[in-house]
Every structure is written in structure tokens, then in C-alpha cells.
């Protein structure tokens, strides 16, 4: 083997132990057994009744064993007369396979059974007539069983960001798994996920080129992504856009990957904005507008059948404030309605359907003079568009039905000043405002508006990992979370030194924000200070560029 391929060798397998414990090994041994190597490649084993988001993960599980192997593992829906060995994929209380494995008390999943995305992991003997080993991939759901799957093409080295960042899958002859393998987790924050917004021109311009706008074919990415990265949640992009109205096939994609489907602060009951430009006569105004704003949005839930989270309130037209004299008892009216429009179209009590109210701006101010919401509406507390979250609940408040959530920006666009295009997240600063947030009880929900996705790929992991599990990652472990999703990305080789540069890069982006850098930012008469800071960028500048140079192509 040459010099290249020992250094992919290392690369790949560096994978192994990054981002969690290792699982897995290229060489065979006591304490292990194969899933893939030179005479054999594991069976899939999946219930044909599965939810369609469950047969989706086994489909690109086939994917990621043959970009790694080179082999294209069967996907067989009963045990029965396979001769390899096999990973079992299924729900419980929906997999008859799982209730088979249970009654021959092969699997125990009481620790899973009606917990919330919970899944395990657990290596087996002999799961049926003629198979030695068996890996058992078991959900408390639909979307449990997806990240119990997605956590192996993980260990396999199949990076989340494979598609999106063009991070490398190197091949392996041989994969093995551990013996003893037995993993259960569950989420820590309920409902986990991003906002693509401010997306024009860049997204906008390049998905319109490559798939003919935000349809289906996007979201199907956006969707994978989000799931491999164990978050459940979105709000889609809405310049000018609008998900359930650009492709009737949005909706069946979201359904298929299982992904939660919100809208923004702004947009209440399942409507995008710009529908209303689109179909709506009259102004954006309750006060002389109501009949034909209530038939809106009640168009909006009727079409929206899937598994959602409805925003309720209002903000002027195009995410303005309303008038000044906007009243808080006219707010509390205008939700009042809306409930009732989500009553009559689900035919439940509205607190059946999941609800947030967005303390975004100048809405935080109605809520401090005293503006209230039903107990099971979920408050989404906000930052101030810059990173700092303005409010928490206080150690004191009694609980919420609803419970509380957290509306946070990597990327923003209005007043007084827009900052976009570039990370300028710094990873020890998201850590802090989150882990507030995590402290004071803010457990219902956190989304990230994200801009375009990219260049925020290091941010946007960053806080879907955190929101998994906030306590595995305490303050001084945020250098070892870097290097090791550098790993991930980069292969372990040249980790730390790339970590290092990541750190410093937002370090200095978040000093004062691309955009808002100007002649009289840094000192020309005390000329030491921009020296300084130039001689810093172009070291860093300098240390990236030897790096390149260093990686594989």
C-alpha cells in the first residue's frame, strides 16, 4: 500500500472515535464479528410495515455500507433462510421482527418503549435458524429507529455533511463490530432543528439552477441532513418561497423523513408569508381584515396534515411590528381565533396540536405588559438577532404545559444592521447562551436560523449535538468537541491544528462582523492595533493555506 493509502486508512478509521464512543474496527479479533469483509456483507432485515421513515434509514444505510465497502447489503424484510450476518432494523410495538426477538427474550426494550426519538443498539446471537450474529437497531419510533441507524453509518465514517460539504467516504475491505455492543440514548432538548432564511440570492440562486427551486428535490437533502444529524425540526425557507405551495411534494418528503414542519415567528398557522402576497385580498390588518385572515390560515391547517408545530400570533406585514397602538387584548384575541380554527379543523381540543408563541422583538414587550397565551402554547423565548437570549424563565415560575423554547441566530438580516455569507459563530459563545437556556429549563424546543446552511456547517452540528445531549458537553470540553468534528470532516491526522484554526477564524469574525467593519474599526493612528490585527488574520491565513497543502485532495 502506498503512502495515500495508509493515510486514508487512518483517516477512515480516525472516524471511529469521534463524536461518541468507538463501535467498530477494520480488523477482525475475539471481541468482534463482521459486518462487511472480503466473503461477506451483512443482510438489512426491516419490517415491510414500517413507517416510511424507518424504510428510508435502512435504504440509505444499504448506501453508506457501499460507499464504505464496496458491497450492497440486501434489504430483506424476514430473517428467515438468510445466510449472513445481519443488522435488524425496526420500531418497537410496530416491528413484529423486534416482538419475535422479544418473546425469545433475545432484546429487552423496556428501557426504549414510550420514551421520546429513544432508540438501541445491541449485538446478538443468533437472531434466527442459521445466523451467528446479529446487530439489533431498535426505535422508540419512527425517528428513534432513523438516528439509531444513522449513529452506525456514522461509525462507518459516513459523515452527516457526506453531501452537502462534500466530505470524503473512504472505502474499507473489511468493517467489524463489537460483541458486546449495547447503546441506549435518547434526545435531552424535544423537538431540535433549523431555519433556513435570508436564503436569496445564494441558496435561492443555486437551487433554482441545480433542482428548479425549493421543491422536493432540496428538501429531500435538507431532510436527510437534518436527521443524520438527530435533529427532527425546521422551519423552511420563505423569501419568497412558501413549502406546503411551491411542491405538492414538500409535504410527502417531510412525511417520509419524518421531519417536524414549522413556520416562522411570524407566519402563523401553517401559512408562508409570501402566500399571502400570492392569494390574499385586503391588508395584513386583523382589525379590518379578520374574515379573510381566519379563512387563511384555516386554508393553511386544512393542508397541512402532517406532524407540525403551528405558530400562532401576528406581526405586521413582512416580520414588521403592528401599529403602536396595537393592544395586547386584540393579540390575545387574534390567538383566541386561531385556536379555534385549529379546533375546527383537527376536531381535537387545540392543545392536542403542538403551538409556540414567538417572543420575537418588539412581541417580548406585549408578554412583559402582561400578555398571556394558554399554558400549553410553547413560549419561544428569543436572542437579540446577535447571540445574546434576552429572557429566560425564572427559577421560580411555575412549569408550562407548553413548556419553553429558543429562537437563536447564526446568520441575520434587518435592522439596524444585516450580518450574513460568513460563520461568525464562535462555538464557546453558543455554548454559554444555550447552556442558560438548558439550565433555566428551555427544553422544548431550539432552532437555529441558519441562513443558507452553508458555510454554518461547524455551528449548525454544534448545536444539534448540544441540544441532543447538553450534559456530555461541558465548557472545557468544547476544544475536544472541535477537534473531533474536525475528525469527522478532515480525518484525525491534521484534527487539532484545523480545530485550532476553526476556533480562531470565528474567534476573530465575531470580534466585529464582516459586514460592519469599516475604516475607523480598528486604529490607523495608533497604527499597533491594526498591524496587530492584520498580522493575526494573515497568520491564520497562513496556517490554513499549509494545511491544504497537507490534505489528501
Known amino acids: 500500500m502506498n503512502k495515500n493509502g495508509y493515510l486514508l486508512l487512518a483517516l477512515f478509521f480516525s472516524v471511529f472515535n469521534v463524536i461518541g464512543q468507538s463501535w467498530c474496527s477494520n480488523q477482525p479479533g475475539n471481541n468482534n464479528w463482521p459486518l462487511a469483509n472480503k466473503q461477506s456483507v451483512v443482510s438489512i432485515v426491516v419490517d415491510e410495515h414500517e413507517a416510511a421513515t424507518v424504510l428510508k434509514a435502512a435504504s440509505l444505510l444499504q448506501s453508506d455500507f457501499q460507499k464504505v465497502t464496496g458491497q450492497t447489503p440486501a434489504i430483506i424484510h424476514s430473517a428467515d433462510g438468510a445466510k449472513n450476518n445481519l443488522i435488524i432494523i425496526g ?74 460539504a462534500d466530505v470524503p467516504v473512504i472505502q474499507q475491505p473489511a468493517v467489524y463490530l463489537k460483541n458486546d455492543l449495547h447503546v441506549i440514548d435518547s434526545p435531552r432538548v ?25 421543491n422536493s428535490k432540496l428538501y429531500t437533502k435538507v431532510f436527510e441532513l437534518i436527521l443524520r444529524l438527530k435533529g427532527n425540526y425546521i422551519w423552511p425557507a420563505m423569501w419568497g418561497n412558501a413549502f406546503y405551495d411551491d411542491d405538492s411534494l414538500n409535504i410527502r418528503a417531510a412525511n417520509e423523513y419524518g421531519i417536524v414542519i414549522g413556520t416562522s415567528h411570524h407566519e402563523p398557522l401553517m401559512r408562508a408569508h409570501d402566500e399571502w402576497r400570492r392569494y390574499g385580498k385586503g391588508k395584513w390588518n386583523y382589525d379590518s381584515n379578520a374574515v379573510r385572515l381566519q379563512q387563511f390560515w384555516k386554508e393553511g391547517m386544512q393542508r397541512a396534515t402532517n406532524e407540525k408545530i403551528v405558530t400562532v400570533g401576528m406581526r405586521g406585514d413582512g416580520d414588521e411590528p403592528m401599529s403602536r397602538e396595537t393592544a395586547t387584548a386584540l393579540l390575545e384575541r387574534i390567538v383566541k381565533d386561531q385556536r379555534a380554527i385549529i379546533e375546527n379543523v383537527t376536531g381535537k381540543p387545540a392543545a392536542a396540536t403542538p403551538q409556540l408563541w414567538a417572543l420575537y422583538k418588539e412581541v417580548q414587550d406585549y408578554y412583559d405588559k ?46 439596524p444592521r444585516n450580518y450574513k455569507w460568513l460563520n461568525t459563530n464562535s462555538i464557546p459563545r453558543v455554548w454559554e447562551q444555550m447552556h442558560l437556556a438548558w439550565e433555566h429549563r428551555v427544553r422544548n424546543i431550539w432552532i437555529v436560523n441558519v441562513g443558507d446552511i452553508k458555510p454554518m456547517e461547524y455551528p449548525i452540528s454544534f448545536f444539534l449535538d448540544y441540544a441532543w445531549n447538553p450534559d456530555a458537553t461541558d465548557a472545557g470540553q468544547l476544544s475536544t468537541w ?23 477564524y470565528t474567534k476573530f469574525n465575531s470580534r466585529r462582523k464582516p459586514e460592519l467593519l469599516n475604516e475607523n474599526t480598528y486604529s490607523l493612528d495608533n497604527y499597533e492595533e491594526a498591524k496587530r490585527v492584520t498580522e493575526e488574520w494573515r497568520t491564520l491565513a497562513n496556517r490554513a493555506k499549509a494545511i491544504e497543502q497537507k490534505l489528501n485532495p
Request: charged letters at 20%; aromatic letters at 12%; a positive charge.
Open 482 to 504: 472541535s477537534t473531533q468534528w474536525c475528525a469527522q470532516q478532515f480525518g484525525k491526522t491534521h484534527a487539532g491544528e484545523i480545530a485550532a484554526i476553526m476556533q480562531q
Open 370 to 415: 402582561g400578555m398571556r397565551v394558554p399554558d400549553d402554547v410553547t413560549l419561544l423565548l428569543c436572542d437579540d438577532n446577535w447571540g445574546n437570549i434576552r429572557r429566560l424563565p425564572r427559577p421560580g415560575d411555575p412549569p408550562r404545559a407548553g413548556g419553553y423554547g429558543i429562537y437563536y441566530h447564526f446568520d441575520y438580516v434587518g435592522d
Open 91 to 164: 420500531t418497537a410495538g410496530r416491528s413484529a421482527i423486534l416482538q419475535q426477538l422479544e418473546q425469545a427474550k433475545a432484546i429487552n426494550l423496556g428501557k426504549i418503549k414510550n420514551r421520546w426519538e429513544a432508540y438501541q443498539l445491541q449485538s446478538i446471537r443468533q437472531p434466527a435458524n442459521g445466523q451467528r450474529r446479529a446487530l439489533v437497531i431498535a426505535g422508540s419510533d419512527r425517528r428513534g429507529t432513523a438516528y439509531g441507524v444513522f449513529s452506525l453509518s456514522a461509525q462507518l465514517g459516513v459523515s452527516p455533511w457526506y453531501w452537502w
Open 190 to 214: 424535544k423537538y431540535r432543528g433549523i431555519f433556513i432564511n435570508d436564503e436569496a440570492p445564494a441558496l435561492s440562486g443555486w437551487t433554482r439552477e441545480k433542482n428548479g427551486g425549493f
